[in-house]
């Protein structure tokens, strides 16, 4: 066997490692015939060009497989992936968003911004999020009511759902406690923000901080904050990986298919007004007094991320109404 053995499996090794990167039902249909098609391939010759043609195939398999190009699924499975992509992209902009608002809300403790636009910007940026989070809460609702009416329930992600719910809770209340603002910092009588919701906010997003890039500033945080900076953001991913698995119990029906693509078309126009406001604050930064309102490239950042966050939420709210109503197909 020698050398030519070691570099056949070295060519099996190659072409298994890009077939992976295919989504698992997709594999399932072609993975096998594809592979040896690889290896015929990388035999007689194989180019850094045919190698980024594959990966990028896998992009659009994984992207056809969410629901969010193509029309090789059938209209009902299309539209459930679409809307379960959905959902995660909203949890994202909320995670972002909220990070955003917090900033807000901490200087506008110590003083009011001298620019209308950061004025605006907090009412509007207030506002949306509350409506994203009742729409979030709303859908929910929608896709829990059904399974919770079900004799036959998804105990593991339910339990898990609540026990990352609970821990989410219970860490935020803690650390809301170290709160930049103080009872005597004018709080109540600044802003349309209740105080609660302000450290519940600061808490739940502070690993979305500037900290990370400060090592001298994060390293003198208390104890407890920075493992929360640590432990909160793999907390949401267990939340998320839970909502995702308990979804996966629910019935497409065509009912429920409707109610959620509404939902997130309402959430989409909430997220375009919160962009806005995100926008016209981050124009108008630098306004107020001590540098509060200061916008800073991690804010730069966040604005884009959310932006496409729009966009694709945009796209997969609409691919879900146009086939929601669609009778069942295989």
Do not use: K
């Not at 950061?118 to 989070?133: D, E, F, H, V």
């Not at 339990?159 to 719910?165: E, F, I, S």
Request: glycine share 12%; aromatic share 8%; net charge positive.
């Amino acid at each position: 066997m020698g050398s030519e053995g070691v570099s056949e499996r070295n060519l099996e090794r190659s072409a298994r490692r890009l077939v992976h990167l295919y989504p698992s039902e997709w594999r399932r249909r072609f993975g096998d015939e594809f592979e040896q098609l690889l290896i015929d391939e990388m035999r007689h010759r194989w180019s850094a060009r045919r190698a980024a043609n594959v990966v990028g195939h896998a992009v659009l398999a994984h992207l056809t497989v969410a629901g969010m190009v193509g029309r090789t699924l059938a209209p009902q499975v299309q539209a459930w992936r679409a809307v379960r992509v959905l959902g995660m992209v909203v949890v994202m902009f909320l995670a972002i968003g909220i990070g955003m608002w917090s900033q807000l809300a901490v200087g506008w403790t110590w003083a009011s911004p001298t620019s209308a636009g950061t004025r605006t910007a907090l009412w509007l940026m207030s506002g949306t999020l509350l409506g994203l989070s009742g729409m979030f809460a709303l859908a929910l609702i929608v896709l829990i009511w059904p399974i919770a009416r079900r004799g036959r329930r998804p105990v593991g992600p339910l339990l898990a759902l609540g026990g990352c719910g609970t821990a989410l809770w219970i860490g935020c209340v803690h650390v809301a406690a170290q709160w930049p603002a103080t009872a005597t910092s004018g709080w109540e009588t600044r802003t349309i923000v209740p105080a609660g919701l302000g450290r519940i906010g600061w808490a739940g997003t502070l690993w979305l901080s500037a900290y990370w890039v400060h090592p001298g500033r994060l390293l003198a945080l208390p104890a407890d904050v920075l493992a929360w900076m640590m432990i909160s953001p793999l907390l949401l991913t267990g939340l998320a990986a839970a909502g995702l698995a308990t979804v996966r119990h629910s019935v497409p029906t065509t009912g429920l298919l409707r109610a959620l693509a509404c939902v997130g078309a309402v959430s989409v126009v909430l997220a375009a007004l919160f962009v806005a406001g995100a926008a016209a604050w981050i124009l108008s930064s630098g306004s107020g007094p001590r540098e509060l309102f200061q916008a800073g490239s991690l804010d730069d950042g966040g604005l884009v991320l959310l932006v496409g966050a729009v966009l694709t939420a945009a796209h997969l709210a609409r691919r879900a109404l146009l086939v929601a109503d669609r009778p069942h197909s295989t």
